[in-house]
């Protein structure tokens, strides 16, 4: 039974905590507490339509920008055999969508490298923090994502 918060319609195949330790060995990065649960939980997936939408607050000026994030990465395939692997499939959409390295992609919608999260290790003082592709901050949003608040 999955007990995981977050309404995936394809969850992944679950991770074990060693198998979430050989994800953060590959990576050479130690993945967020909340990221690692989720993967623990249910591996990730491809989300419910009704469970994709975010808002993110762009600037202090503006309205929130309306983000839907489709798959969020982790291990294997989904429950529906599509690519669910953040090592391999994860690294591909990286190259392919000309990431920095000190990011790791994590999570991206149906419009490819025009929406996606990523968790940014580069940030001075060593804080990783989930952004947007614009590399707006949306850790708040992204961790209430992953609890299964939004």
Do not use: W
């Not at 039974?1 to 060995?25: H, Q, S, V």
């Not at 507490?33 to 600037?59: A, H, M, W």
């Amino acid at each position: 039974m999955n007990t995981c918060k977050i309404g995936f319609e394809y969850p992944g195949k679950k991770c074990t905590a060693l198998d979430t330790a050989r994800i953060e060995n590959e990576l050479g990065k130690k993945l967020p507490q909340t990221y690692r649960d989720v993967l623990e939980c249910c591996g990730g997936g491809i989300l419910s339509p009704k469970n994709s939408f975010i808002n993110l607050p762009l600037d202090d000026r503006s309205e929130d920008y309306e983000l839907s994030i489709d798959q969020i990465l982790g291990n294997g395939k989904t429950s529906s055999g599509d690519n669910n692997d953040l090592l391999t499939y994860g690294r591909f959409l990286t190259e392919e969508y000309e990431i920095p390295d000190e990011v790791l992609l994590c999570a991206f919608s149906e419009a490819g490298m025009h929406e996606y999260l990523v968790i940014n290790y580069g940030l001075k003082g060593g804080n990783s923090c989930p952004v947007s592709r614009a590399e707006r901050r949306v850790g708040r949003h992204h961790h209430a994502l992953l609890d299964g608040e939004v």
